[in-house]
Structure formats: structure tokens, C-alpha cells
């Protein structure tokens, strides 16, 4: 049976924003404990609480039967889940059929080594690769379990296969402040485009103060100006991204921040957790539970009738603020949760 037709109306939210861009999160693990992301010691979901990988496929084709065209595949750290490239082989169908342009993969790159073929091979052209620095040492701080060099390798692997990497940095005070350049310039030599990210408040605080390692992105983009000539990109995501090109070395350089921009009007984009809870909006905590009617019936119609009943949910916007400088709207749960 071809899973993808007939068509049945598209996903249209109560503020007539059409949802084309699904982020999954196909697990809570991860081999890194980025300091901004998780606690040294986190407690992971056990395994009868996570979607299986088919029901990850249920899922995600039903999403894309719905109108979804892009899909992200997220985590924790995605590349750790057993047997993913099962997944990502399933997914292939949908870009064969043309209902989905685009799968793709945001990781912190420790197993791209082993697997970037395969990744080429199921379709994926584009991959996310966060990195924050460049210094050995500062790296092993800042992830707790990582390695640098086996990031590298991975980068390096990726760009052999052809895969068209972009690297997402965290801009985080008084850490790679001083690595503006190192990491553009980089980033220019191996022909990558660069995406900075606020860090944001997610999870519990812990020993982390997050208010301190607060960088503004309107303050790295002045810094930025002063070295090179910044031509706005009129380009959009539908998410809080905006770009601008530097004109000397042709770089696209992004910044993402959910703090001090407003984009939630042209949001076009749902996140599912590796559990089934669909979050409509990366800000709140309003999520609809999808894993139940998945498994309450094999009958499709079920779980369309539960995403089209948490899409009529989706809220208008988000609450972060930094601006009373108090941490505002803040999120109870870790970024690996929703999958940032
Ligand atoms: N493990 C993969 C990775 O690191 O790319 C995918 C999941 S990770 C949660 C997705 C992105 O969220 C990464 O780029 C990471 O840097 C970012 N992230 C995690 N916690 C964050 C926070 N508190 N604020 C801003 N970005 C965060
Ligand atoms: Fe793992 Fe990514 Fe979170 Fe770092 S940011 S701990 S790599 S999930």
C-alpha cells in the first residue's frame, strides 16, 4: 500500500501557519553531557517508555501523509539509537515518493565517522553539526565525555561522502567569545556555513547560571561587522533563524535567537520526543500525547485524528525573556528532551 496517498488536507494551526517541518527526537541518550544541555548524571527514559523504531515510521509518515515535507532527526544525540539507519533507510520511501524534500540530521558528530555513507546513501544531503570550539581542552569542558578529534574525523568523513555540513555553535560568555574568528575562519577554509544559537533556558539550572553565560547574538553580529561586510539574507526557515552573507568570504552566517527576536508568527514546525509527546511550541509546556493513540489502534485514522486535535493547540508564540534579567518563561525540561 502506498502510505503516502491519498491526500487528506494539510496540518493548518488556528493562526493559518501551515505545518511542513517536524523534528523528531529518536532518543533522550547521548554520548556527550553538554554543560548547557544535561546534568553530569541524568536519568534516561527506559526503553518500554520510547517509541520503537516502526512506530517512529507510523509517525513520521503519517506526519508526512499530513503535508510535513521536512523532516530533522534529533536527540539526544540520534546517531546512539540502535539500529537508526533502519529508521533513516525507512524515511528513504518518502523522498523517493517526493513527499518529503528533505531529511536531515542535527548531531554532535562523535559517530559520523562510522556512519556518513549510510546517511548519504538513505538521502540525507544535509547535516547540523554543533560544535562550540575548537580547543581541545575547552571542548572536553564544555561536553564533560567529548573528544574533539573524533568530531573532527566525523566533520571530516561527512565532507568526503558529499554531505553538506553546516556547524551550530552555542554562544556562550566568556567561553568562545575569543573564537569568533577561529571558528568563522575555520568554518570559511572547509566551505561550511556557521549558525550561532542564544543559549537558552532550558532543564533545571543546577550549577550553571545561564544568565551568566548569556552572549548576545546582536552584540557577536556588531563584532562580526567590524571584520567584515554583512549583506542581510532575506532567507527564512519559518524558525528563529536569520542570515546574512559576509561578503569576503561568501560565508552564510546565521543566528538563532529565540530571546530577543520574535518569529513565532511564521512558525511552521511541530517537535516530537522520542516518547510520543508531540510539543507544538519549543517554548511551552503544552504537549499532546501521541504515543497512546498509536498504540490504542493500528488504524491510522486514530493518530490523525490526535495530531490534527494538537495542531488546533498549537499557541501563538513563546514566552522566553531575558529582559528584566530574570531568567522569564522559563522551560522545566532538558533540551534533549524536545530535541532543540
Ligand atoms: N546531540 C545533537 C547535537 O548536539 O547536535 C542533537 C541534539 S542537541 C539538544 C541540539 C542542539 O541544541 C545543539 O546544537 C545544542 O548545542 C543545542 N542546545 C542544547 N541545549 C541548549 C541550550 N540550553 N540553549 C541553546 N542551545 C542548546
Ligand atoms: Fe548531547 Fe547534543 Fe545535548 Fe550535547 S547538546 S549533551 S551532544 S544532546
Redesign the pocket.
Known sequence: MNDILPAIPPLIDPFARAISYLRV?VTDR?D?R?V??MSESMTFLPKKELLTLEELDRLCSAFVRMGVEKLRI?????LVRRDIMTFFRAMTRHLDSGALKELTL???GSQLARFAGELFDTGVRRI???L?TLDEKKFADITRWGRLAQVLDGIDAAQKVGLKVKI?A?ALKGFNEDELFALQGWCATRGMDLTF???????DLGNED?LDQYWSLKDLRARLGERFTLTDLAERTGGPARYVRLEETGQKIGFITPLTHNFCESCNRVRLTCTGELYMCLGQEDMADLRAPLRASDNDAVLEDAIRAAIARKPKGHDFDYSRQVVGGQMTRH??HT??
Open positions: 527526537s547521548c556527550f553538554c548547557y544541555c534529533t536527540g539526544g544525540e540520534p542535527t548531531t554532535n547540523n553539526v554543533s562550540d551550530n552555542v544559537i542564544e543559549v537558552m533556558p532550558m532543564g545561564r533540551m534533549s530535541g532543540g
